[in-house]
């Protein structure tokens, strides 16, 4: 069975139509050729600052009428640079009336499978390409209504949930009162939770929502979102979808556990912290939160991103102003990163039983090393939870929180790791414990 509102087996009578993906792409290239017509202009701006200031330096007489030609170029300038963003929208309005005439009723991009060997497919490589992009500028896909803008949707195995009651029905007729949502991280999708699942977890199928199914009766339930967006505005969506989801699931809800990896553990916590402000109901539901490797004090490779904006911009030559507005630019989701701790995730509650995972590279994630370089990307006491709990390494003192740490494991390997697994069966308690099989990623 398939998503939605609509059968997503292509329609051999619309073969010949333009991909779906083509029109907001289209956009995209557009808006980009605009942006590189005002980092021209930025660009000539800063030569001219530069040789107009080496001119009053050596001959301050020449100061006027240096400066009128300077008033004719930045015109002149200007003037061009207009005319070509003018052609620029003009070419695509009118390359888009074309594309739209030849995209009538066209056929739904396919779910691309849960499974790792899917991911080296021209669909699963172009999803992959789209979860980059949405980290990248998705915060600008959003602000455009970029069909490209993956927005927030849930998924179960192969199908896009409908959020209506009948039609999770339909679409879930399995389904179990216990509930784990898992959430990825930046710039990636959902399938990132597949990403090597054939050598770490033993079968190219395998992934952790489908394994706690399979071992502990769950029903799992996969969020795809933008990851651009800043975290305060995914997790409002989160919120938004999950009071959704438990509002119209087929049977009723005993428990919700949610899992995130990076930034999804903030959106987590970020759509925690807004339901309960809205006093939704899920969070009362809420049994169990896994974060992992969420970088819960912020994440160094952002905060340098940001120095190194500041700092080109400067300093006033073409090259360094130009990259520097270039990582100015950078999405809101990835800005967040830098913060300590953004204000929209809100503190922890007592009633949820936390797993806070944190990965290392080297072998004895105790060596002193690993305290500075973490996983690569998060810190380990970033990922160990936030400002003001327990000092690394040391036991927690709030009995709701646990703090587990694994050597040899980078960033990415947490969304798919046999010991990752079994901690986090073993967090969900005893009972769990007992009925959970063998792995052998083998």
């Known amino acids: 069975m398939t998503n939605s509102d609509h059968d997503d087996t292509p329609d051999p009578s619309t073969a010949s139509h333009v991909h779906p993906r083509l029109r907001p792409t289209q956009a995209l290239i557009h808006d980009a050729v605009d942006a590189t017509t005002w980092l021209i202009e930025e660009g000539h701006e800063s030569?001219?600052?530069?040789?107009?200031?080496?001119?009053?330096?050596?001959?301050?007489?020449?100061?006027?009428?240096?400066?009128?030609?300077?008033?004719?170029?930045?015109?002149?300038?200007?003037?061009?640079?207009?005319?070509?963003?003018a052609v620029n929208r003009t070419v695509q309005v009118v390359s888009g009336v074309a594309l739209d005439l030849a995209q009538l009723n066209p056929p739904p991009p396919p779910v691309v499978p849960m499974r790792s060997d899917a991911l080296t497919t021209l669909g699963g490589s172009l999803d992959q390409v789209v979860g980059a992009l949405n980290g990248a500028v998705g915060d600008?896909?959003?602000?455009?209504?970029?069909?490209?803008?993956?927005?927030?949707?849930?998924?179960?195995?192969?199908?896009?949930?409908?959020?209506?009651?009948?039609?999770?029905?339909?679409?879930?007729?399995?389904?179990?009162?216990?509930?784990?949502?898992?959430?990825?991280?930046?710039?990636?999708?959902?399938?990132?939770?597949?990403?090597?699942?054939?050598?770490?977890?033993?079968?190219?199928?395998?992934h952790y929502g489908a394994m706690l199914e399979q071992d502990l009766g769950l029903s799992s339930v996969y969020v795809r979102?933008?990851?651009?967006?800043?975290?305060?505005?995914?997790?409002?969506?989160?919120?938004?979808?999950?009071?959704?989801?438990?509002?119209?699931?087929?049977?009723?809800?005993?428990?919700?556990?949610?899992?995130?990896?990076s930034m999804g553990g903030l959106v987590v916590r970020a759509a925690t912290h807004a339901a309960t402000t809205l006093e939704q109901t899920w969070p009362r539901l809420l049994t169990h939160i896994v974060f992992l490797g969420t970088p819960h004090q912020g994440a160094p490779l952002a905060r340098l991103g940001q120095t190194a904006a500041d700092v080109l911009q400067r300093v006033d030559l073409p090259a360094?102003?130009?990259?520097?507005?270039?990582?100015?630019?950078?999405?809101?989701?990835?800005?967040?990163?830098r913060q300590r701790e953004p204000d929209a995730v809100g503190p922890l509650l007592d009633h949820i039983q936390y797993l806070f995972v944190a990965g290392a590279l080297t072998t004895d994630p105790q060596h002193f090393s690993s305290e500075l370089v973490g996983d690569l990307l998060v810190p380990l006491s970033s990922a160990?939870?936030?400002?003001?709990?327990?000092?690394?390494?040391?036991?927690?003192?709030?009995?709701?929180?646990?703090?587990?740490r694994f050597g040899d494991l980078p960033h990415y390997r947490l969304q798919a790791n046999?010991?990752?697994?079994?901690?986090?069966?073993?967090?969900?308690?005893?009972?769990?414990?007992?009925?959970?099989?063998?792995?052998?990623?083998?």
């Open 47 to 85: 030569t001219a600052r530069a040789v107009v200031g080496v001119i009053d330096a050596a001959a301050p007489q020449l100061r006027q009428p240096v400066q009128a030609v300077d008033t004719a170029r930045r015109v002149l300038t200007g003037g061009v640079l207009a005319s070509v963003r």
């Open 140 to 206: 600008h896909l959003s602000q455009a209504h970029n069909g490209l803008d993956l927005g927030m949707r849930l998924r179960h195995g192969d199908t896009w949930l409908r959020l209506s009651r009948d039609s999770l029905r339909e679409d879930m007729p399995d389904a179990k009162g216990r509930l784990v949502v898992l959430v990825h991280g930046l710039a990636t999708t959902e399938l990132c939770w597949s990403l090597d699942a054939e050598q770490e977890l033993g079968d190219a199928s395998r």
């Open 225 to 261: 979102y933008n990851t651009g967006c800043s975290v305060a505005h995914s997790g409002q969506c989160l919120a938004a979808a999950l009071d959704a989801l438990v509002a119209a699931w087929p049977v009723p809800v005993q428990s919700l556990v949610l899992v995130g990896h």
């Open 320 to 337: 360094t102003r130009i990259l520097g507005k270039i990582l100015a630019h950078r999405s809101e989701g990835v800005q967040d990163l």
């Open 384 to 404: 160990e939870g936030p400002p003001g709990e327990d000092p690394p390494g040391e036991a927690p003192s709030s009995s709701n929180v646990q703090v587990r």
């Open 418 to 442: 046999a010991d990752v697994y079994r901690a986090i069966v073993d967090h969900l308690g005893d009972d769990a414990r007992s009925r959970i099989s063998p792995l052998d990623p083998g």
